[in-house]
């Protein structure tokens, strides 16, 4: 009898596995589908949150450029070109900041590229290209 008991409840358990692992293979390939819709779904939403940035950007550097002056947008700036300038003249960078109408410490950021100047010191800074170190000290002395 005890025999028979287990060798039933052994068929019920195989066909009861057969019978699942039939459902679960449909469940499978479902969330497989799902998964893959999800995952280009994202790729879509990035692609577009992508496109959406550089239209922003788009727009808004045409609106930015024209508020400035047009000789400003001329201007290149480089922070060891202005190191350069600086010793040129031999001037301190306080004193450098003095003729340009900042302090020291803005030209030592500008110099190691941790900062960039603003839009009305460039024309400064091109000045300074130009400049001797006789102008230069004629400037010092009068401000």
Known sequence: MTNLATLLKAEISRVARKELRSH????????????????????RAQAAETQLRRVTRASAKPAAADAEP??????RFSGSALKAQRLRLNLSARECGVLVGVSGLSIY????????PRAKHLPAIAALRSMTKKQAAERLAAL
């Open 109 to 116: 950021h500008w110099e190691a590229g941790k900062a960039r």
């Open 70 to 75: 047009a000789q400003t947008r001329q201007i």
């Open 24 to 43: 679960l293979q449909a469940l499978k390939k479902a969330v497989a589908t799902h998964r893959a819709e999800i995952a280009a779904l994202k790729r």
